[in-house]
């Protein structure tokens, strides 16, 4: 008998404790989405997020802002983890992923206070977000890649919820034209954005943003020894070994006693790069970009003047990182060494030419007229803002706007947004509760009602009342139709089709299913155990 009431009194202390641990993990999450939570949607507010040097950063996206938190607690990084895997997935969506993940947490925490175990309403939270993801196929429209008015709206609508949402009707043609160019519609299954690149350049307006056909570089021409700044007809190579004297293997240093002694080390040193520059000439090469060095000068002011009088154009300090997009868009072969750079290496472009764009804000490089057959696939955009901060949101949204449309290519199929996705799910998953009964049925039926936190906060954001909302967005979808979302414009619920208000299927179908696994991942947790480091 006493046995029996010492186990039965470590079972319930070990119960308690595990409660209590998961009470400690679940607070802790919802504290991260109650955060993140007034960024969602087109009308929700801004993070301003220092860092300990200074910087400032302003963003909406939900991502960005939980990458950049210091969060300590091993289940709040959870949530930070959660919105970088929707990022990676869909590109769109990371503030609702949390948002979702927040409102399954609290209503999962209401059904533990009812007395009910966490492995039935787990395996209750999976069977709802299968169900989800059915009704979610149910109601969605299919996408024609060459009918660019479909992924043109759903490009502006993730770009509205955006800093530089005034500027959505230009930026999202961009994005979009973009990934057309990069892949073809007919059999393209997924989009490779390293095909696409960015290139940040301060000093204009965000409507100055565009896409170029062909390469730039926000690299300067040397200058140093009166070299050219515009080539046409231009032979462009590209190496990766340094136009400058050797260095010893070892640490060494050489005495120089007399000035014949130095008048031969600088007449080597001459010769040497003489030598190597005419090599170079001699391909029939007049453009030449140099990667970046970090043990020696990749260039100097000696073999310059060589390259001015050979009359070839110089662009130096070209990251590593840059090297196989750069190779991939001229269709040139980096030559890592003299010997290997030959002829049959050079890329033709029909002009180079610098872009001088005022005394402080320095100059891009241009390369048009390309003639690789792999230019088709590649593709450069030009991004433009008057401050830092801007020009790191507006980089950050064309992304975004990238992924969306990369989201299409994926599962060529489009919803309704505005919150008409969710609370058309929680309205048939109260329903489907109701055929299935037991205590899933309880779990199922809360888990369709935490949906509804989706359309009251973009009601709650937008300003407007989220309990007269919500209530008319519920009838509306109980009288079956379907599309009706939360029009914050005009402050009412409305036809999100009819408004242009859509988004692609795969950013609420990855939104539920990673907010449902990290939820379910977090109640299964009973104890923290820490380790000596």
């Not at 390469?215 to 190496?239: D, S, Y």
């Not at 955009?381 to 801007?390: E, P, T, W, Y």
Request: aromatic share 2%; glycine share 6%; proline share 2%.
């Amino acid at each position: 008998m006493a046995l029996s009431q010492i186990s039965e009194g470590k079972q319930k202390a070990n119960d308690e404790k595990g409660a209590d641990v998961r009470m400690t993990n679940i607070i802790a999450a919802k504290a991260v989405a109650d955060t993140v939570r007034t960024s969602l949607g087109p009308k929700g507010m801004d993070k301003m997020i220092q860092e300990p040097r200074g910087e400032v950063l302003i963003s909406n996206d939900g991502a960005t802002i939980l990458a950049k938190m210091k969060l300590q607690h091993p289940t709040a990084k959870m949530m930070a983890e959660l919105s970088k895997a929707q990022d990676i997935e869909a590109g769109d969506g990371t503030t609702s992923v949390v948002v979702i993940a927040g409102a399954l947490l609290g209503a999962a925490q209401k059904l533990l206070n009812k007395g009910i175990h966490p492995q039935t309403i787990t395996e209750a939270f999976l069977t709802a977000a299968e169900k989800a993801e059915e009704i979610l196929e149910g109601v969605a429209v299919p996408v024609d890649l060459s009918n660019r008015d479909q992924l043109l709206q759903s490009a502006i609508t993730s770009l509205n919820s955006k800093v530089v949402s005034s500027s959505s009707d230009m930026l999202a043609p961009i994005a979009v034209d973009a990934v057309l160019k990069v892949i073809d519609p007919a059999t393209a299954t997924n989009v490779d954005l390293s095909d696409i690149r960015l290139v940040k350049k301060l000093g204009a307006t965000t409507d100055e943003t565009e896409m170029v056909e062909g390469l730039v570089l926000t690299q300067r021409a040397a200058r140093n020894a009166g070299g050219p700044t515009r080539v046409e007809n231009a032979k462009v190579g590209l190496i990766q070994f340094c136009l400058s004297a050797p260095k010893t293997d070892m640490e060494s240093n050489i005495q120089v006693r007399d000035y014949t002694q130095m008048d031969r080390l600088l007449r080597e040193e001459r010769t040497l790069l003489a030598k190597m520059v005419k090599q170079i000439a001699k391909t029939g090469c007049n453009v030449l970009l140099v990667q970046k060095s970090i043990l020696r000068d990749a260039v100097t002011d000696l073999s310059l003047d060589f390259c001015a009088k050979a009359k070839i154009m110089v662009v130096r300090d070209v990251e590593r990182d840059d090297i196989e997009f750069i190779s991939k868009i001229l269709g040139v072969e980096a030559a890592a060494s003299l010997d290997t750079f030959t002829a049959d290496k050079l890329a033709t472009a029909g002009l180079v030419a610098e872009d001088n764009l005022g005394t402080e804000l320095g100059s891009i490089i241009r390369f048009t007229g390309l003639t690789t057959k792999d230019q088709g696939h590649c593709v450069s955009v030009l991004v433009r803002a008057s401050n830092q901060m801007l020009l790191d949101e507006t980089e950050r949204s064309i992304h975004d706007a990238l992924c969306v449309v990369r989201s299409l290519v994926k599962k060529r199929f489009l919803i309704a947004g505005g919150s008409a996705p969710e609370m058309e799910v929680s309205q048939k998953l109260a329903a489907y509760a109701r055929t299935v009964g037991g205590v899933t049925a309880v779990c199922i039926e809360q888990y369709a009602e935490a949906l509804e936190l989706i359309p009251y906060t973009l009601a709650e954001n937008a300003g407007l009342q989220p309990v007269e909302i919500v209530t008319q967005l519920r009838a509306a979808h109980a009288k079956g139709d379907k599309y009706a979302g939360i029009n914050v414009k005009k402050c009412c619920v409305s036809d999100m089709y009819a408004e242009n208000v859509v988004q692609p299927l795969l950013v609420s179908t990855s939104a539920l299913n990673m907010a449902t696994e990290t939820v379910r991942m977090i109640l299964k947790i009973d104890d923290i155990v820490l380790t000596r480091g």
